[in-house]
């Protein structure tokens, strides 16, 4: 079974562009998380979508947005990008549904390095 | 609010020695607690959960509700180990609709020849 896989790898703009990052799931799996990895920070809950819904955010600004689709794809949104906003930024699937064990059990891809200038 | 602190940033031992790497947690709730591993130049995986009390590659990790807890020990270090650790925490968000994971700022194992 193909993990989960993210587009691009890498990514470089410049201060107050926008970026969209990609995320496909592990086939099967309904719950996309997204995570911010930094290395002043660690890593950082964004926020978690399953059947589409947003179900849970964590604290970061307005700018940084998502959504997923009905094949369990996903999209993250950073808009007016700053200089802060560079990370490694991890998407992770799960297979169970809330509340049942395996919901927690998360599969990560191998992350979008994105670089702001 | 739920945190994970990880005390060490870096823990350096010899092969073949006991490993211990420490996990503090802060959750007024019934916490899920994890431990997942960041190979070099691999994808984070999951390398055990509490509830599953099970050793993974000869880590075991004990949930402590007295001492709100939950180190990663070995008994004998092997060079493979060597990794980052991250201990996580699934627990309700702040939104408190559903549950998120927070990750404690991570351990960098080296183990030594």
């Known amino acids: 079974k193909a993990g989960v896989t993210q587009t691009p790898r890498y990514l470089i703009k410049t201060r107050g562009q926008q970026v969209t990052l990609s995320c496909s799931p592990i086939?099967?799996?309904?719950?996309v998380s997204w995570y911010q990895q930094t290395p002043g920070q660690g890593l950082q809950f964004l926020f978690e979508y399953f059947s589409e819904t947003q179900r849970n955010k964590g604290n970061f600004p307005g700018r940084f947005s998502g959504r997923q689709f009905s094949n369990s794809r996903s999209e993250m949104n950073v808009s007016t990008l700053e200089l802060g906003d560079s990370a490694l930024y991890l998407c992770?699937?799960?297979?169970?549904?809330?509340?049942?064990?395996?919901?927690?059990?998360?599969?990560f891809g191998p992350g979008t390095r994105l670089t702001v200038l | 609010a739920q945190r994970v602190t990880q005390p060490e940033k870096l823990l350096s031992v010899f092969k073949g020695a006991p490993v211990e790497l420490k996990c503090n947690y802060s959750y007024s709730g019934s916490p899920e607690l994890f431990w997942y591993v960041q190979y070099s130049r691999q994808r984070l995986q999951l390398l055990l959960r509490h509830i599953s009390r099970e050793s993974i590659k000869g880590f075991t990790a004990d949930l402590n509700k007295g001492e709100t807890s939950f180190h990663l020990k070995k008994p004998f270090a092997q060079e493979e180990d060597s990794a980052m650790y991250y201990c996580a925490l699934s627990g309700r968000g702040s939104s408190g609709s559903a549950r998120q994971l927070t990750f404690g700022s991570g351990t960098q194992l080296t183990v030594l020849p």
């Open positions: 992770a699937s799960s297979l169970g549904l809330p509340g049942e064990s395996s919901y927690n059990e998360q599969f």
């Open positions: 086939s099967g799996h309904r719950s």
